[in-house]
Nanobody
Framework: QVQLVESGGGLVQAGGSLRLSCAAS????????MGWFRQAPGKEREFVAAISGSGGSTGYADSVKGRFTIFRDNAKNTVYLQMNSLKPEDTDVYYC??????????????????WGQGTQVTVSS
């Protein structure tokens, strides 16, 4: 069982930055690839970024490439999402999630076994 707790969401103006954190329980954190997803009301949860257990490989949705960076600190059991140049369309609830088997099918939310409760990000224009 893995418990995930996100933090760092909030209200920011367009062009600003936020850093989301996701703290995981357990001693097997480095065996899990981690992903960030986001979801707006009435829409499907969509992939944002993912990182391998070692942190050596990452993947991003086209909509956030060059603006968002995912990284992790396995000593702290934490994964981060640094979000720069934020746009109003980035407004969503952001969720972190964990999966086994590396980045295989990392953009598919059905591959993830554990999810956090989400943190709201609101970008004003």
């Amino acid at each position: 069982q893995v418990q995930l707790v996100e933090s760092g969401g909030g209200l920011v103006q367009a062009g600003g930055s936020l850093r989301l954190s996701c703290a995981a329980s357990g001693r097997t954190f480095r065996t899990y690839a981690m992903g960030w997803f986001r979801q707006a009301p009435g829409k499907e949860r969509e992939f944002v970024a993912a990182i391998s257990g070692s942190g050596g490989s990452t993947g991003y949705a086209d909509s956030v490439k060059g603006r968002f960076t995912i990284f992790r600190d396995n000593a702290k059991n934490t994964v981060y999402l640094q979000m720069n140049s934020l746009k109003p369309e980035d407004t969503d609830v952001y969720y972190c999630a964990s999966k086994l088997f590396g980045l295989l099918r990392a953009a598919n939310r059905d591959e993830y076994a554990y999810w956090g409760q989400g943190t709201q990000v609101t970008v004003s224009s």
